[in-house]
């Protein structure tokens, strides 16, 4: 069965750091792409950024482009998602999910929620 | 970047009856080369991630219900509902996978009327 738990968030003050990691089971993370995808409360869903399987292809939304920085690591089956100078409008649920070979999202975790609050 | 609107924002339809919406992209996410639409639809219940539904504007992910289907092509397209249930009570987004960054519509709230 696919599995991505999502671990890591949690309440920081505004322009702190944060690293979130995924960890996926069930399936061969050396294969696919995963991206993180975050939904602030109330609101609907936001790309924040993916990475290919090969680490060649690497994306960012323009609200977080370097600030965040996307990472895998295929021998532990983890991914990870280091966010620098955070601000209050980061606040949200942040998922990874599974992308196919065409980048179909097709398994999502249930998310790890960020709050940037003072 | 791509611009995904949905329509309507929200949605009440009897259970049993058709429920349809609508997805527009700001430009074409039809790739020439396979003549694949890159347009993915995604249920989420709440409290729940999103599932994904339809794939490729109207494939259907393995184990969704037949009464979930896709259509459309380039920049126009929707999801319908054939007969309302009540597990399907959520909120539905259209995502193209075209061309980074991904985006996704703004949701359309379905509930029982």
């Known amino acids: 069965e696919v599995q991505l738990v999502e671990s890591g968030g949690g309440l920081v003050q505004p322009g702190r750091s944060l690293r979130l990691s995924c960890a996926a089971s069930g399936f061969t993370l050396d294969d696919y792409a995963i991206h993180w995808v975050r939904q602030a409360p109330g609101k609907g869903l936001e790309w924040v950024s993916g990475i290919s399987w090969n680490r060649r292809s690497i994306g960012y939304a323009d609200s977080v482009k370097g600030r965040f920085t996307i990472s895998r690591d295929n021998t532990k089956n983890s991914l990870y998602l280091q966010m620098n100078g955070l601000r209050a409008e980061d606040t949200a649920l942040y998922y990874c999910?599974?992308?196919?070979?065409?980048?179909?999202?097709?398994?999502w975790g249930q998310g790890t929620l960020v709050t940037v609050s003072s | 970047d791509i611009v995904m609107t949905q329509s309507p924002d929200s949605l009440a339809v009897p259970l049993g009856e058709r429920a349809t919406i609508h997805c527009k992209s700001s430009?074409?996410?039809?790739?020439?080369?396979?003549?694949?639409?890159?347009l993915a639809w995604f249920q989420q219940r709440p409290g729940q991630p999103p599932k994904l539904l339809i794939y490729?504007?109207?494939t259907r992910e393995s184990g969704v219900p037949d009464r979930f289907s896709g259509s459309g092509s380039g920049t126009d397209f929707t999801l319908t509902i054939s007969s309302l249930q009540a597990e399907d009570v959520a909120v539905y987004y259209c995502?193209?996978?075209?061309?980074?960054?991904?985006?996704f519509g703004q949701g359309t709230k379905l509930e029982i009327k």
């Open positions: 999910a599974k992308g196919t070979i065409y980048d179909i999202l097709d398994y």
């Open positions: 490729w504007a109207s």
């Open positions: 430009q074409s996410v039809l790739y020439s080369s396979n003549n694949k639409n890159y």
């Open positions: 995502q193209q996978y075209y061309s980074t960054p991904y985006t």
